[in-house]
């Protein structure tokens, strides 16, 4: 009898749809796919490996994992992904329990891997990881009403600090065709927000036909039945045109939340971490898109304790974040990978001044977007019901100015709720953050 098979699905929304892909291809190969651990015969664990803290998440696992196979519980173990693809041979020879690695070419070998390791072989696939992306279907797990779809693979933009290109490989952007089929399919079977995602959603199909496609691509989408929210992540803050900002301001199914990772603005800072543009374009860019797009979130991702972050500039980063009043960021310490320009730069922060001031910005933001959500109470918010908080005794849900996993919730009662619908919801207070209200009477979507 075939494997029972689970996932466990570390790291970003881009490796959560390359899980989905090896559901899918599980299932179809004649798998029973198993949603309790537990139970399972073989687990696959897709890991991340961006920073330290993703790669000690993904060992954690693998070691839990091993344990179980140790005692018995468990028969056998795939590690895939990023963790998989720059530490392949390191995990081959210092945790004997695995039983295959596949690295980031080859997610659509996970069968054959699966095939092999029941026979008792031991497969380590890496295939070429600047491929071109594959068009798999997927089985999504997200929940009701909203799913990623992954324009692109890999990334050019090579940054200082980062090891993404050298496991993700090239850049590399899917058809806008099957990427529209996958958007109507996923519309067909009940979704209504799609979230666009790559490492750099601005530079779509400029490897394709030298010019950025992704004005004409969220059009295509928001042209299709059922899809009411496009969301967008993560963009380039010097790849973002006038006709990307048109698009954005002029079409009513894209939602105003904007993921654009900065990551500083202090220019030497900049200049160092290999970022194309000026503090000064930023403060630009920041100032035209709250002008043309009124009611404009902003998200963003920060970096502290950088090569050469002295008080100076880490006080231009702060002063900045006072001015802008960004609604939504996260704040990260610098951290050395090996392999990666950075690493090799002098003038690092130590751990506990990075530590320091990724805490002082953490508060800062933190007062800012209290600040904002207390704007919110009286307001009326669409939101996207997700389900029902059995300890709450309430909805749950996410307005425009919520992504999944990285912002809060909106939780609210009614009655005729069901997940994935969109009620207008009247914001009555807020709890450690959340939004919190009940369902308007004034006439709601389904």
Request: glycine share 8%; aromatic share 6%.
């Amino acid at each position: 009898m075939p494997y029972k098979v689970g996932m466990v699905s570390l790291g970003c929304a881009k490796n959560l749809v390359d899980s989905e892909q090896m559901l899918w291809l599980i299932r179809d190969a004649g798998y029973e796919l198993c949603s309790e651990l537990s139970e399972a015969d073989a687990i696959v664990v897709n890991t991340c490996a961006f920073v330290e803290s993703a790669k000690s998440e993904a060992i954690e696992n693998i070691l839990e994992f091993a344990a179980l196979k140790n005692e018995g519980r468990l028969k056998k173990l795939i590690v895939a992904g990023c963790l998989a693809q720059r530490y392949g041979e390191q995990i081959i020879s210092e945790i004997p329990e695995v039983d295959a690695v596949i690295g980031c070419g080859s997610f659509g070998n996970i069968t054959e891997a699966l095939g092999e390791v029941e026979n008792g072989a031991k497969p380590n696939l890496f295939g070429d990881i600047d491929a071109a992306p594959a068009e798999t279907d997927r089985i999504i797990t997200t929940g009701e009403g909203w799913a990623y779809i992954k324009i692109a693979e890999g990334c050019d933009n090579r940054c200082a600090y980062c090891v993404i290109p050298s496991i993700r490989g090239r850049y590399r952007s899917r058809p806008a065709d099957s990427i529209i089929r996958e958007a109507k399919k996923l519309a067909e079977e009940g979704i209504r927000e799609i979230i666009i995602v790559a490492q750099d959603i601005t530079r779509y199909g400029t490897d394709l036909t030298g010019e950025r496609m992704l004005p004409g691509l969220i059009r295509a989408i928001s042209e299709i039945d059922g899809i009411e929210w496009i969301r967008l992540h993560y963009l380039y803050p010097d790849e973002i045109d006038e006709a990307l900002i048109r698009e954005i301001a002029d079409n009513p199914k894209v939602v105003k939340y904007l993921d654009i990772p900065i990551q500083h603005i202090d220019d030497g800072i900049l200049k160092r971490m290999n970022r194309r543009g000026s503090g000064a374009m930023i403060k630009d860019l920041f100032a035209e898109l709250r002008r043309r797009i009124p009611g404009l979130v902003l998200r963003t991702s920060l970096i502290t304790g950088l090569p050469g972050e002295g008080e100076a500039e880490f006080e231009r980063l702060c002063d900045f974040l006072r001015e802008a009043r960004i609604e939504r960021a996260g704040v990260f310490t610098y951290s050395p990978e090996e392999g990666t320009p950075a690493a090799q730069m002098p003038e690092i922060p130590d751990e506990e001044t990075a530590a320091r001031r990724a805490d002082l910005i953490s508060q800062m933001q933190a007062q800012i977007m209290d600040e904002y959500a207390q704007k919110q109470v009286g307001t009326i918010k669409k939101v996207l019901c997700e389900g029902y908080d059995r300890l709450a005794e309430c909805w749950y849900g996410r307005s425009e100015a919520d992504s999944p996993d990285v912002d809060g919730k909106v939780f609210f009662t009614g009655e005729n709720i069901r997940p994935g619908g969109f009620y207008d919801i009247l914001v009555q207070e807020i709890l450690d953050g959340d939004l919190v209200g009940e369902l308007s009477q004034k006439e709601n979507g389904t």
